[in-house]
């Protein structure tokens, strides 16, 4: 298959070409990153969309929240694509990858595309390619994009930096979690949601909410004028799952009527640039065969207690 059919085949929307450009642009191969670039350059996204990123600790309920999500958006006349991103083993690489089952209904819809995404090492748990993965989803007519992060270090600073509207999801019962969430996290929140609001739990994921909105007013917004969403819901009971959609094109069209959205989009194409050009520059660093030798010598150095980690730095810098 050539570059340009691939590409129409993307922007046909077929989901086997789609599968194919996001498994070139995951590849790490440099042949297959060439061509994925080449592709990118040539598919344009069809229309406006939404993308929402959505975290959470482990066990709150992640993939049985953005299911419900997704199949509400789809009886709207929607398209949603999932991109899941999975904790890769720092030993061996390997990947759950287990979307897929967990949000059986959704992966069985026609207007549904998942691709669950190793993160291969990256740092904070988002896979280096999600943002070229997000383009070709759009490109190939997906209204709205949801990326899902494993909630854990960095990630949700990467997620926010690529997404219009990004949402955590809460266990009921604030206390111990609203002093494990971090000042930085609380910073980067739009739209804050306590799942597993049923039976027992239902009242205590009320008080959280009060207690978050407490926590919430000593902080400085994110958005001059434009507040942080909270809501409870009951992913497994399908409770106001609705209100949940209803918050976050709300708090995007909050962004719209304040001219942050363009605005946004455009920062964040910035960052991506400035991004890119960085693992370029320390790609580069590290597979120079002169820096190669360079660095196990220091190794070796290092190792034997002949010169320090820092000095090391300092002398490899004024030698490459």
């Not at 990123?53 to 694509?81: D, H, M, Q, R, Y």
């Not at 390997?94 to 669950?116: C, N, V, Y």
């Not at 000042?183 to 959280?208: F, H, S, T």
Request: with cysteine.
């Amino acid at each position: 298959m050539t570059i340009d059919e691939l590409a129409k085949g993307v922007q046909e929307g077929k989901r086997r070409h789609l599968a194919k450009a996001i498994t070139l642009v995951e590849s790490n191969r440099e042949a297959d990153q060439q061509i994925a670039q080449q592709l990118i350059s040539k598919v344009r996204p069809a229309k406006e969309t939404l993308r929402v990123g959505i975290s959470g600790v482990p066990g709150v309920g992640k993939s049985t929240f953005i299911e419900a999500l997704g199949n509400l958006v789809i009886e709207e006349g929607l398209k949603v694509a999932v991109l899941a991103v999975d904790p890769s083993s720092p030993a061996t690489g390997g990947s759950i990858l287990g979307d897929k089952t967990r949000m059986e209904t959704l992966s069985s819809r026609e207007e549904a595309f998942i691709r669950p995404s190793p993160t291969s090492g990256t740092l904070g748990g988002v896979a280096k390619r999600t943002r070229e993965s997000m383009m070709l989803c759009e490109a190939a007519g997906y209204d709205v994009i949801l990326v899902e992060t494993v909630g854990v270090g960095q990630s949700e600073f990467e997620v926010a930096s690529m997404v219009d509207c990004f949402l955590v999801l809460m266990l009921p019962g604030a206390g111990d979690s609203l002093q494990g969430i971090k000042r930085g996290i609380m910073e980067i929140i739009d739209v804050l949601i306590i799942n597993k609001a049923d039976g027992d739990q239902e009242k205590m994921a009320k008080n959280a909410v009060t207690e978050y909105k407490n926590a919430f007013h000593l902080l400085t917004p994110k958005y001059e004028g434009i507040g942080v969403e909270f809501l409870t819901v009951s992913s497994l009971k399908k409770k106001r799952i609705d209100e949940a959609w209803i918050k976050i094109q709300g708090f995007v069209r909050s962004l719209k009527e304040n001219d942050l959205f363009e605005a946004q989009r455009k920062q964040q194409e910035l960052n991506w640039f400035k991004r890119l050009v960085e693992d370029e520059v320390l790609r580069k660093l590290w597979e120079s065969k002169k820096n190669k030798t360079l660095v196990r010598d220091f190794v070796k150095k290092i190792k034997q207690n002949e010169i320090s980690p820092s000095e090391a730095a300092l002398t490899f810098l004024t030698k490459i």
